[in-house]
C-alpha cells in the first residue's frame, strides 16, 4: 500500500479564516513532507518532517504552520492567507530520504 | 545547488507514436533519479525510478535509464496511448542534503 490520503479535496477560505490540512500516511514512513504547486510549475517545497521533528522549513511565511502530531499524520494550518496563496497543497511521506509517494493533494483558493 | 532541466513543452504527439522527453541534472554527489506523472487534478504519481548509474527503471511501458557520464534520464516510450496525456515531471532527490528537486514539467497530449 502505497497511500496517501488528503483532506479535505477542496478548501474556500475567507483571508480571515483559519482552517486546518490534513494527512495521513500508513506506510510506516517517517519522514513526511508539505509542498505548494502554482498551476503548470512544478512542486515547491514547504516543509519536512523527519521523526516528527521539523527538519527543513524552507523560509515559508508564519501563515502556515506545520504540526506533525505523530508519525502517521501531518497538519498544515492555514491563518490570515492571501489571495496569492491559492494553490494546490500536496502531502508526501517517505522512509527516511527516499523515493517521495504524494498525496491527491488539496485544492485552496483564498478570497 | 542541485537543478534539473527538462525539455520544454508542451508535446503533442499521435497515438502509438514513439515518446522522449529529455532531462538533464546537476547535483553533488549521488543522487537518485524519478519521474512522476500529473493528470490533471490529481497529485503526482511515481512513475520509475533509478538510485544508482546505469540502473534502468521502468513501469507502464516506460523507460529511464540513469546516465552519469551524460547526467542525464530520458523518459522513453514505445507507442503512446491518450490515456498518457499529463504532465511529466523528472526530479532527484540529494541523499545528502535530504530535499528532492523537480524540472519544470513536460505537457503530454497525445491525440488519437
Known amino acids: 500500500d502505497t497511500e496517501v490520503t488528503q483532506t479535505p479535496k477542496h478548501l474556500v477560505m475567507g483571508m480571515t479564516n483559519k482552517k486546518s490540512l490534513k494527512c495521513e500516511q500508513h506506510m510506516g514512513h517517517r519522514a513526511m513532507y508539505w509542498y505548494k504547486q502554482k498551476a503548470k510549475k512544478p512542486p515547491e517545497l514547504m516543509f519536512v518532517?523527519?521523526?516528527?521533528?521539523?527538519?527543513i522549513n524552507e523560509s515559508v511565511p508564519s501563515r502556515f504552520s506545520p504540526e506533525c502530531p505523530n508519525s502517521s499524520l501531518l497538519n498544515l494550518h492555514l491563518h490570515a492567507l492571501q489571495p496569492e496563496d491559492s494553490a494546490l497543497y500536496l502531502c508526501?511521506?517517505?522512509?527516511?530520504?527516499?523515493?517521495?509517494?504524494f498525496g491527491p493533494g488539496t485544492r485552496l483558493l483564498v478570497l | 545547488g542541485d537543478s534539473v532541466t527538462q525539455m520544454e513543452g508542451p508535446v503533442t504527439l499521435s497515438e502509438e507514436a514513439f515518446l522522449t522527453i529529455n532531462c538533464t541534472y546537476t547535483a553533488t554527489g549521488y543522487p537518485s533519479l524519478f519521474w512522476y506523472v500529473q493528470y490533471p487534478g490529481e497529485g503526482l504519481q511515481l512513475l520509475l525510478k533509478a538510485t544508482k548509474a546505469d540502473d534502468k527503471g521502468s513501469n507502464k511501458g516506460f523507460e529511464a535509464t540513469y546516465r552519469k557520464e551524460t547526467t542525464s534520464f530520458h523518459l522513453e516510450k514505445g507507442s503512446v496511448q491518450v490515456s498518457d496525456s499529463a504532465v511529466y515531471f523528472c526530479a532527484l532527490i540529494n541523499t545528502n542534503a535530504g530535499k528532492s528537486t523537480f524540472g519544470d514539467g513536460t505537457t503530454l497530449t497525445v491525440k488519437p
Open positions: 508526501a511521506s517517505s522512509q527516511a530520504v527516499g523515493t517521495q509517494y
Open positions: 518532517y523527519s521523526y516528527e521533528k521539523l527538519s
